[in-house]
Nanobody, 122 residues
Framework: QLLESGGGLVQAGDSLRLSCAAS????????MGWFRRAPGKEREFVAA????????YYGDSVKGRFTISRDNAKNTVYLQMNSLKPEDTAVYYC?????????????????WGQGTQVTVSS
């Protein structure tokens, strides 16, 4: 089970850090990803990280502002979001897949969380 937390209501320019904690399994050998879905829009890839944390990849809309990281000892993955914009408003989901690479498609993952709402006001 993956459980996201850290969402909330912030103003444009603020920062938030999302967490994705895994229970019932260790994610130390899992590639992890973050996705988001804004109202009326399709789900969008946000960021991905390999199981070692050695490689990361970002969607164009968040590149340079968001950072994905992981702490395998805590069985947790993070998404640091800086310089937030109103267009970042969405439900954010984390996802996990057994294996070492990173993956960009929702369907390539094996497990998904329930999501956490992020709302950025202008």
């Amino acid at each position: 089970q993956l459980l996201e937390s850290g969402g909330g209501l912030v103003q444009a320019g603020d920062s938030l850090r999302l967490s994705c904690a895994a229970s019932g399994r260790t994610i130390s050998t899992y590639a992890m990803g973050w996705f988001r879905r804004a109202p009326g829009k399709e789900r969008e890839f946000v960021a991905a990280i390999t199981w070692t944390g050695g490689w990361t990849y970002y969607g164009d809309s968040v590149k340079g502002r968001f950072t994905i990281s992981r702490d395998n000892a805590k069985n947790t993955v993070y998404l640091q979001m800086n310089s937030l914009k109103p267009e970042d408003t969405a439900v954010y989901y984390c996802a996990a897949r057994s294996g070492g690479n990173y993956y960009l498609e929702w369907g390539e993952y094996d497990y998904w969380g329930q999501g956490t709402q992020v709302t950025v006001s202008s």
